[in-house]
């Protein structure tokens, strides 16, 4: 109940007339949240209501020190066209200030607002641009975040129209293009902007897998405050410019790992040669079938469709340019800039500099380089000997992990962590684990297998033993310093995942049981959030919180689907002549875990394909034959048109007249020039597509906001009733709230 005071204060407060006396507090605070913003109607209320620029209790305000307070207070001073976006700064509300710079962008006076947005002092605009950190926005604003969205969802759910065609997250997208376009406005107008400005920027960039973007913010907009002043480009520029440049954080990943993995195809050139030449041939051959039959471009550079982004940070050449330039101006080393250039190494897949720097920092080695099962490390200096700007932490064991993981030496990295965390008494977080956990099963997957059985690399051929041992030792604990810990469900994934490769049927039923409960837990979230929702003007924190338990639950349900199918796929071909198996064990995996598998379900036997149909269960996609394209992929063949000549080495460069020599092999076949093509490929092929074509969120958006009963509507006034029936238009739907609370 409300007291006296709030009731009067709450009805001085009403836009519209007075209700009549004895109205229920209830529908006068309702009602007033269905109103226009605070500060509007403030202005219009009598003078004892709050000023208008006194922020709510209840606000989260930034506590920057005196950057906050002396760029916001002028708020009153700027043009009423950058009232609210100020105010959403100062309330710290990410998604009010995206959409009011959209709304800026397509003002009918776009002259005076962009006058506007150049005139903010520098403090202002700082605060402004700080309030668009992916770090401070993921949180709060992305429904995914932490969470990965694979490719094969989108057959599924909606929650995959969250993604753009590359696998990126359209939030951080249309947030770097925004601010990319707000910095260009600024500069144009001769305005300087902070360090933060540009941190908060190189972060937008990584945050969308933009490296072009990241590379003008620091080539091109940094350009005139580096002649100014040379120290703009300090140790946290470029730290966060290699994070951005070569994705080293798990956000600028997608939390994809598989990814990002170096590929031996991306060692070729410069930094490898092939002694045989059949293996790059196979290589390619891999690498164009993989391409021409996949019809989205899922995981290609957003500037380059027709170039994989994992080759785009696998270059070598950027690596030391920017550590070349950190040497040559003498800027200090500390833990978050070795830890940044270690994962950038491993993105090149330049494993001597890593184990390099690892001796030249810590003096430590491995006793065996060409056996990483049998080889040990040894070596390292005393922690009272060490730089304490170079002490290992969390972040070199982070780095460690992801450096070597993605250079395919998973084995070398277990030990290298083992190492650092007994020798330098270091705790191992969860996350390190995590990330240990699904590089050793990103390597153990068929397409690593495959590529390196083709390199003839048996240190980067791991097996699903190799995740087990991961499993038993984060689980189980090593050590004083690796304590056991608990695994999330996306470690359960690739634990399930082993498992079936491994051919462990009767272990792998025992998980997908423990998958299946947390689902009905994470199922009793999403109703319990869908009724918090539902009370009337729920609060922002309670809509995104509804709609994060409802993204944890299509991608955990779509885990567990994957988990079955692999699981009769597999079982049923290795075991179809076991006639047990076959009639009572699938039978009775089917009837448990109806909810999970595909409709119908197939498996096969030895008398041929079994189909059995769910009639009950929701279908969540459908099958159609129709002609499917690739996207085109660039190749280089040799131009049968141009072959290629050599003069003399005696004849000089200004004879017009040299003679021309053939260029031939060993054999006396010619050579050519070399060509790049587009290639792409035009298929037959069944392609799977999801009933529910609308984007994710609309469903819960046609929820009615505001209930009331029967007594409580006589009891209103008319003018309040009136509004009111003009928003309700009647009760909730069944309907949708079903839809909301089971997929």
């Not at 598989?258 to 059949?278: C, E, M, N, Q, W």
């Not at 049923?572 to 047990?580: A, H, M, P, T, Y």
């Not at 070399?674 to 969120?697: C, E, H, I, N, Y």
Request: proline residues 5%.
């Amino acid at each position: 109940m409300r007291s006296v005071v709030e009731v009067n204060g709450l009805r001085q407060l009403l836009k519209l007339q007075s209700p009549p006396r004895g109205t229920p507090s209830r529908v006068l605070s309702a009602r007033l949240r269905r109103c226009l913003q605070q500060r509007s109607l403030s202005t219009e209320a009598s003078a004892g209501t709050i000023p208008p620029q006194h922020a709510s209790p209840n606000i989260p305000i930034i506590k920057t020190g005196r950057s906050q307070s002396n760029g916001l207070k002028h708020a009153r001073d700027q043009p009423k066209i950058l009232a609210k976006l100020l105010s959403a700064v100062q309330s710290q509300n990410h998604k009010q200030v995206f959409a009011e710079l959209q709304a800026l962008g397509r003002h009918e006076r776009s002259g005076e607002a962009i006058e506007a947005l150049s005139s903010l002092s520098k403090s202002a605009f700082s605060e402004l641009v700080r309030s668009l950190d992916p770090f401070r926005v993921g949180p709060r604003a992305d429904l995914s975040h932490g969470l990965y969205i694979s490719q094969g969802l989108r057959n599924f759910s909606p929650v995959s129209s969250m993604m753009n065609q590359f696998g990126i997250r359209k939030i951080y997208h249309n947030s770097t293009q925004l601010i990319r376009a707000v910095l260009l406005m600024r500069l144009n107008q001769g305005r300087e902007l902070m360090l933060s400005d540009y941190i908060v920027l190189l972060r937008c960039a990584g945050a969308a897998s933009d490296i072009e973007t990241a590379k003008w913010i620091w080539k091109v907009a940094m350009k005139a405050d580096r002649e100014k002043d040379p120290t703009v480009r300090g140790g946290l520029a470029y730290t966060e410019f290699m994070k951005a440049r070569f994705l080293t954080e798990p956000l600028y990943m997608q939390n994809d790992m598989a990814r990002f993995r170096v590929r031996p195809r991306d060692l070729t050139g410069h930094r490898k040669r092939f002694a045989d030449k059949s293996a790059l041939r196979r290589l390619e051959r891999l690498r164009l079938s993989i391409a021409t039959n996949k019809t989205s471009l899922y995981g290609r550079a957003p500037d380059q469709p027709s170039h994989d982004l994992h080759r785009k940070v696998s270059l070598h050449q950027p690596v030391r340019r920017i550590w070349s330039a950190v040497r040559k101006q003498r800027i200090r080393v500390d833990q978050e800039l070795l830890g940044a250039y270690l994962i950038a190494c491993g993105r090149a897949g330049s494993v001597r500099e890593l184990l390099r720097r690892l001796w030249q920092t810590w003096r430590i080695r491995t006793t065996d380089i060409k056996d990483h099962r049998a080889t040990k490390i040894v070596g390292g200096i005393e922690p009272d000997l060490l730089d304490p700007l170079t002490t290992p932490n969390l972040r070199i064991l982070n780095a460690i992990v992801h450096a070597f993981g993605s250079t395919g030496h998973v084995i070398l990295a277990r030990k290298f962590l083992i190492f650092f965390s007994t020798k330098y008494e270091i705790q191992v977080p969860p996350e390190t684990w995590s990330s240990l956990l699904e590089w050793t099963y990103v390597m153990s997957s068929k397409p690593a297998i495959t590529e390196w059985k083709i390199m003839g690399d048996r240190n980067r051929i791991i097996d699903a033993e190799d995740v087990f041992i991961v499993w038993d030792l984060m689980t189980s604990g090593h050590g004083p310093y690796c304590r056991p810990v608990k695994p999330t469900f996306k470690d359960r994934d690739f634990y399930v995942k082993s498992l079936i490769a491994a051919r462990k049927f009767e272990s792998t039923w025992d998980e997908i049981r423990r998958g299946a409960a947390l689902y009905e837990s994470i199922c009793e979230e999403v109703e319990s959030s869908l009724f918090e929702r539902l009370y009337p003007s729920p609060p922002a924190e309670a809509v995104t919180r509804h709609l994060q338990a409802k993204v944890k639950q299509h991608t955990t349900w779509y885990t567990i689907e994957r988990w079955c199918r692999m699981w009769l796929m597999k079982g049923s071909k290795l075991e179809r002549k076991d006639d047990n198996f076959t009639q009572r064990t699938i039978t009775e995996f089917i009837a448990e875990f109806s909810d999970f598998l595909p409709n119908p379900a197939t498996y096969k036997t030895s008398a041929g394909t079994v189909r059995i149909a769910t009639p009950q269960n929701i279908m969540r996609q459908s099958w159609k034959m129709q002609i499917a394209r690739s996207h085109p992929t660039t190749v280089r063949v040799p131009d049968r048109s141009s072959q290629k000549f050599t003069t003399m080495k005696e004849t000089k460069e200004d004879e017009p007249d040299a003679p021309l020599i053939p260029v031939v092999t060993e054999k006396g076949t010619p050579l050519y020039e070399m060509q790049t093509l587009a290639l792409k490929r035009w298929m037959k092929k069944m392609v799977s597509q999801r009933s529910d074509s609308s984007p994710f969120g609309s469903t819960e958006r046609k929820l009615n906001l505001l209930y009331l009963n029967e007594d409580d509507q006589d009891q209103v006034g008319p003018a309040v009733n009136e509004e009111m029936r003009r928003i309700q238009k009647g009760r909730f739907k069944q309907r949708l709230i079903l839809r909301s609370l089971f997929w």
